[in-house]
């Protein structure tokens, strides 16, 4: 699985931005995927995740109510919608897959995650 993420860029606080991971390769739809992000000088952290069929998400206590992920499985894209983002929103976005295929548990650790995209830098300024 190949992951590439894109969408990112700079956006004023409380503005919005949405994140895309074009995923290919053929077991790509039948995993979970997510997002984490690496702000400088700080670990890599969890943002948000879903399952393989999209019924079930997850979420970062951080970005809950403002941000939404969603899959499009006839597309092998996962998107991330932004919205009333904050400065401390600024750090590099990357998408993951991974999980057992077609699994209900939807893992929200990093090292559950094989595959990673490149990453796409999203800056918020105050």
């Known amino acids: 699985v190949q992951l590439q993420a894109s969408g990112g860029g700079l956006v004023q606080a409380g503005g919005s931005l949405r994140l895309s991971c074009a995923a290919s390769?053929?077991?790509?739809?039948?995993?979970?995927m997510a997002w984490f992000r690496q702000a400088p000088g700080k670990e890599r952290e969890f943002v948000a995740a879903?399952?393989?069929?999209?019924?079930?998400?997850f979420y970062g206590d951080s970005v809950k109510g403002r941000l939404t992920i969603s899959r499009d499985n006839a597309k092998n894209t996962a998107s991330l919608q932004m919205t009333s983002l904050k400065s401390e929103d600024t750090a590099v976005y990357y998408c993951?897959?991974?999980?057992?295929?077609?699994?209900?548990?939807?893992?929200?650790?990093?090292?559950?995650?094989?595959?990673w995209g490149q990453g796409t830098l999203v800056t918020v300024s105050s």
């Open positions: 879903i399952g393989w069929s999209g019924d079930k998400t």
């Open positions: 993951a897959a991974g999980g057992r295929q077609y699994s209900d548990v939807v893992p929200t650790f990093r090292d559950r995650y094989g595959y």
């Open positions: 390769g053929r077991t790509a739809s039948s995993l979970a």
